[in-house]
């Protein structure tokens, strides 16, 4: 089983002995270590996407459909902004043989990915074996590229703000067999840049788990360097976390915060993401909201931070904050 979030969980020690911390800036400068910032880039071999889950969230199940499908605007998706994202890796010297590879259960739904000749093509790969773990499944794929490669592994389901090549630089000038992202309190992010020889020590059988098994088993015979910076990445499971990575999203270009009155009463609205193919009525409202193709907004209904799915209703003269809102009940933001 893949979880994504097996590469971010809180219980890895980022502040253990055998891990080295390093600094924004002084991953800018570059340090000492077994691998230079440059090589690291050139020998980029694949954009390795994590999208298992152990548990399905109410959000997955009322979409009916891969939570890489979800809109972010524009007509663009979250897996799409992930082969955007890859674009630009390919654009500032990663190899053009890189590769996205999406890894998912083999009982989950596959996003649709574009296939646009300006994107890099997107590999839907499904568990090779049940019990492997995230470790194992690295280590396995390890065996396709050279022991001075190195892979990118990331969390699918999730929005990262920042240029993709800009933290790849980053990880890659902490010249480490291994190197992670996290925030500036040491929590770690969902994107690490890691060199196939070292995962090649991992055990060809068996399950391996990469922040109980794995990392601490690597940091004793390897560089593992993680980079501090803040939150450049959303994690996407909640109905509460989607409306939070689009706000941040579509805030991205803004230069200078709006200000507003505390006391108001005015109602300001960040986004609202309308699919092709959903219906809303002129007089309906919607606010920090998405409405997936075959939803329904009537006359004078109001939708605030809430996701309104194919096939659901939101009836004349309704509010509804903070809920998914899906051909049955509607569930809402505590529940999720």
């Known amino acids: 089983m893949l979880d994504p979030d097996d590469c971010r969980s809180e219980k890895v020690r980022l502040d253990a002995p055998m891990v080295t911390s390093v600094p924004p800036q002084a991953a800018a400068a570059g340090s000492c270590g077994r691998h ?50 890859a674009a630009t890796l390919v654009g500032r010297g990663a190899g053009s043989v890189m590769q996205i590879r999406l890894f998912l259960n083999k009982t989950s739904t596959p996003p649709v990915c ?5 994107l890099p093509r997107a590999v839907v790969e499904f568990d090779r074996a049940e019990f492997r773990g995230t470790g194992g499944v690295l280590r396995d794929l390890s065996e396709e590229y050279g022991p001075d490669d190195f892979v990118l592994v990331g969390n699918a389901y ?7 090549a800009e933290l790849v630089s980053e990880l890659s000038a902490a010249m480490g067999d ?24 991992l055990s060809a059988r068996g399950f391996v788990d990469f922040k109980e098994q794995a990392l601490p088993l690597l940091a004793r015979s390897f560089s593992v360097r993680v980079v501090r910076r803040p939150v450049v990445a959303v994690s996407i499971r909640t109905l509460e976390t ?45 606010h920090d909201s998405v409405v997936l193709r075959g939803g329904r907004v009537r006359e004078g209904a109001v ?24 051909g049955g009940r509607s569930v809402g933001r505590d529940e999720t």
Not at 242 to 266: C, H, K, Q
Request: charged share 20%; proline share 5%.
């Open 114 to 118: 574009s296939d646009s000749p300006v």
């Open 36 to 85: 230079a910032a440059g090589p690291a880039c050139a020998q980029l071999r694949a954009l390795v996407l994590l999208g298992g889950a152990v548990r399905e969230s109410v959000l997955s199940r009322a979409i009916g459909r891969s939570m890489l499908d979800l809109p972010v605007g524009a007509g663009r998706s979250l897996m799409t902004l992930w082969q955007e994202q």
């Open 158 to 164: 999730q929005v990262i703000l920042q240029p993709l």
């Open 242 to 286: 989607y409306i939070t990575a689009l706000r941040l999203l579509r805030n991205r270009g803004a230069s200078e915060p709006v200000e507003r009155d505390p006391f108001g009463e005015e109602c300001f609205s960040s986004f609202a993401v309308v699919e092709e193919g959903a219906d809303i009525a002129a007089t309906a409202r919607v």
């Open 178 to 201: 291994i190197a992670l992202l996290a925030d500036t309190d040491g929590t770690p992010s969902g994107l690490q840049l890691i060199r196939c020889g070292a995962l090649r020590e």
């Open 303 to 326: 939708v605030a931070r809430s996701v309104v799915c194919g096939g659901a209703i939101v009836e004349t003269g309704e509010v509804v904050v903070d809920r998914v809102v899906g």
